[in-house]
């Protein structure tokens, strides 16, 4: 259960948070047919993510990484335009605010993209083999992945109700805010896949700054929750301090129950903000809590200088850990997977972001220890993504054979 809790809670905060401010922008700009906008936009980025998840599911042409190049880089050129849009002034002609609805529209749209094909997806990892579906295991995921939908959604809607009740100035400014935190997590994140597909040469400040946030999973979300919060304690603040005023009895108690409604409104998303904060800090790490890399077996050469290890020892499926020392010293860390029936995943305990924080099994998955990337098994052994770095192997009467020099030209890794 707290897998999936704390999955649908990382993929869906930030951008169901986001998607809130921009509807109310849009909203409050009282542009002629600005919710047809906000549907159109969201339809479409939910028609995108539907059409990559069945692709994902059914064929293997469908990569994350190309899929998210497709949504990131139109966000990195709408992003300047739309802010310029939200702050100047001329945002009150109708040129303006026509370019406001339509570029905050195509942002809705990129934002579904990006998020709801995980959702889509989650469901299938739910594997029960041959078993009921009515199991415990099974149950308690579909619990997990329900509650912390429905909790992020309550977030995006009370961030929507207290959006329409503030100030446009506040509202704009907040907006602004998002937008310019999103765009440097997605600059980010473009950097990162642009280094593992190797399109650029990583430089020293790129690698740096990747892993700064890969180690800080929760950066942006805690960013956003500030957000949040913030839009609480002003609407809090306003329904207290708000005078009742009104030309007639019945005026009086209309406002007096809006400013009840706001003062509830705020006190629930106070209640969801900390479900979220929970969620991403202390189920995380009852849920992480123990990971650890089980001790690598020793291998050395043998007397022709090769590393050989019997296929029996490694044909039962689960993830086999082995150690090199290397001349200097260096513990180089391999790991070894059967596939399929005549396919095995070797690779160095190390991928090119993360480093050689490594690998564990959970379950039937095999997971990176740093960022919880799920890996498919199938493609541990090619590069690219947070796969193992490929280590080069041999299949000979029955043994898999590693020759030593092709482990020491890795082992800067595991310095």
């Given at each position: 259960?707290?897998?999936y809790?704390?999955?649908?809670t990382?993929?869906?905060?930030?951008?169901?948070?986001?998607?809130?401010?921009l509807s109310?922008?849009?909203?409050?700009?009282?542009?002629?047919?600005?919710?047809r906008?906000?549907?159109v936009?969201?339809l479409?980025?939910?028609?995108a993510?539907?059409?990559?998840?069945?692709l994902?599911?059914t064929?293997?042409?469908?990569?994350?990484?190309?899929?998210?190049?497709?949504?990131?880089i139109?966000?990195?050129?709408?992003?300047?335009?739309?802010?310029?849009?939200?702050?100047?002034?001329?945002?009150h002609?109708?040129?303006?605010?026509?370019?406001?609805?339509?570029?905050?529209?195509?942002?809705?749209?990129?934002?579904?993209?990006q998020?709801v094909?995980?959702?889509?997806?989650?469901?299938?990892?739910?594997?029960v083999?041959?078993?009921?579906?009515?199991?415990?295991?099974?149950?308690s995921?579909?619990?997990?992945?329900?509650?912390?939908?429905?909790v992020?959604?309550?977030?995006?809607?009370?961030?929507?109700?207290?959006?329409?009740?503030?100030?446009?100035?506040?509202?704009?400014?907040?907006t602004?805010?998002?937008?310019?935190?999103?765009?440097?997590?997605n600059g980010?994140?473009?950097?990162?896949?642009?280094?593992?597909?190797?399109?650029i040469?990583?430089q020293?400040?790129?690698?740096?700054?990747?892993?700064?946030?890969?180690?800080?999973?929760?950066?942006?979300?805690?960013?956003?929750?500030?957000?949040?919060?913030?839009l609480?304690?002003v609407?809090?603040?306003?329904a207290?301090?708000?005078?009742?005023?009104?030309?007639?009895?019945?005026?009086?108690?209309?406002l007096?129950?809006?400013?009840?409604?706001?003062?509830?409104?705020?006190?629930?998303?106070?209640?969801t903000?900390?479900?979220t904060?929970?969620?991403v800090?202390?189920?995380?790490?009852?849920?992480?809590?123990?990971?650890?890399?089980?001790p690598?077996?020793?291998?050395t050469?043998?007397?022709n200088g090769?590393?050989?290890?019997?296929?029996?020892?490694?044909?039962?499926?689960?993830l086999?850990?082995?150690?090199?020392?290397?001349?200097?010293?260096?513990?180089?860390?391999?790991i070894?997977i059967?596939?399929?029936?005549?396919?095995?995943?070797?690779?160095?305990?190390?991928?090119?972001?993360?480093?050689?924080s490594?690998?564990?099994?959970?379950?039937?998955?095999?997971v990176?220890?740093?960022?919880?990337?799920?890996?498919?098994?199938?493609?541990?052994?090619?590069?690219?993504?947070?796969?193992?770095?490929p280590?080069?192997?041999?299949i000979?009467?029955?043994n898999?054979?590693?020759?030593?020099a092709?482990?020491e030209?890795?082992?800067s890794?595991?310095?």
């Amino acid at each position: 259960m707290l897998q999936y809790l704390i999955n649908v809670t990382d993929n869906t905060f930030v951008p169901v948070i986001m998607i809130a401010l921009l509807s109310a922008v849009m909203v409050k700009s009282n542009y002629s047919h600005c919710k047809r906008y906000i549907t159109v936009g969201f339809l479409l980025g939910f028609v995108a993510a539907l059409i990559y998840a069945i692709l994902k599911r059914t064929t293997g042409i469908a990569i994350r990484e190309f899929y998210d190049l497709g949504v990131i880089i139109p966000w990195l050129v709408i992003a300047l335009p739309l802010l310029i849009c939200l702050l100047v002034k001329s945002c009150h002609n109708r040129f303006s605010q026509a370019l406001l609805i339509v570029s905050s529209g195509l942002a809705i749209g990129l934002l579904s993209a990006q998020f709801v094909p995980n959702l889509l997806l989650y469901p299938f990892e739910f594997d029960v083999g041959m078993e009921s579906i009515f199991n415990h295991d099974y149950l308690s995921k579909w619990v997990g992945y329900g509650f912390s939908l429905v909790v992020t959604l309550l977030i995006g809607l009370f961030a929507y109700r207290m959006c329409l009740r503030l100030a446009d100035k506040f509202v704009v400014l907040i907006t602004a805010l998002a937008i310019t935190i999103l765009t440097l997590a997605n600059g980010i994140n473009f950097i990162q896949i642009l280094i593992v597909r190797r399109f650029i040469a990583p430089q020293k400040w790129m690698m740096e700054l990747v892993i700064f946030v890969l180690a800080h999973v929760n950066l942006f979300i805690f960013a956003f929750m500030a957000i949040a919060l913030c839009l609480t304690a002003v609407l809090y603040f306003k329904a207290n301090t708000t005078s009742l005023v009104g030309s007639n009895p019945a005026q009086v108690r209309k406002l007096k129950a809006k400013l009840r409604q706001d003062r509830r409104t705020s006190l629930w998303m106070i209640a969801t903000v900390a479900i979220t904060a929970y969620t991403v800090t202390r189920a995380r790490y009852i849920f992480e809590k123990g990971v650890e890399l089980t001790p690598a077996e020793p291998v050395t050469p043998d007397a022709n200088g090769l590393i050989v290890i019997p296929l029996e020892k490694v044909n039962d499926g689960n993830l086999h850990r082995y150690g090199y020392k290397a001349t200097d010293g260096t513990l180089v860390r391999f790991i070894v997977i059967k596939k399929s029936e005549n396919a095995y995943g070797v690779g160095f305990d190390a991928c090119d972001i993360c480093g050689a924080s490594g690998y564990y099994q959970r379950g039937n998955q095999v997971v990176c220890i740093l960022c919880d990337v799920v890996m498919n098994i199938a493609t541990i052994g090619f590069s690219g993504g947070c796969n193992p770095v490929p280590l080069k192997y041999e299949i000979i009467d029955g043994n898999m054979v590693i020759r030593p020099a092709n482990l020491e030209a890795e082992k800067s890794r595991f310095k």
